[in-house]
């Protein structure tokens, strides 16, 4: 968003992270739903079509739980350093 004004480069790139992040999420749910209804209209037995189903969804649950997973650690990791660069920026600008 170029009408935001970030704190420090760290700030910036978490915020872009956590805005790709809501785009891959809503991608990933997308192809869920999409994928879940092309099954429902598929010409095979019940039983078949919800096997199917029931495995696409565990996959799917199972890539997002790792990438929410994997995005969650990478913060944790950036977390102190972001905090530590905010609070140098404050002492700087209070002197």
């Known amino acids: ?4 004004i ?3 480069e760290e700030a910036r790139r978490l915020m872009e992270r956590r805005q790709l992040m809501g785009v ?7 192809l869920i739903i999409g994928s ?4 429902l209209f598929a010409p095979q037995e019940g039983e078949k ?3 199917i189903m029931r495995d696409t969804l565990e996959e ?9 997973d994997d995005a969650l650690s990478q913060l944790e ?3 102190p350093n ?13 002197s």
């Open 36 to 39: 879940a209804l092309a099954l």
């Open 24 to 30: 891959l999420a809503a991608f990933s749910l997308g």
């Open 60 to 68: 799917g649950f199972e890539r997002g739980r790792r990438a929410t």
């Open 1 to 4: 968003m170029p009408d935001r």
């Open 6 to 8: 970030y704190y420090s």
């Open 77 to 79: 990791d950036e977390i």
């Open 49 to 51: 079509t919800r096997q």
């Open 82 to 94: 972001l905090r530590s660069k905010v609070e140098e920026t404050v002492k700087r600008a209070r």
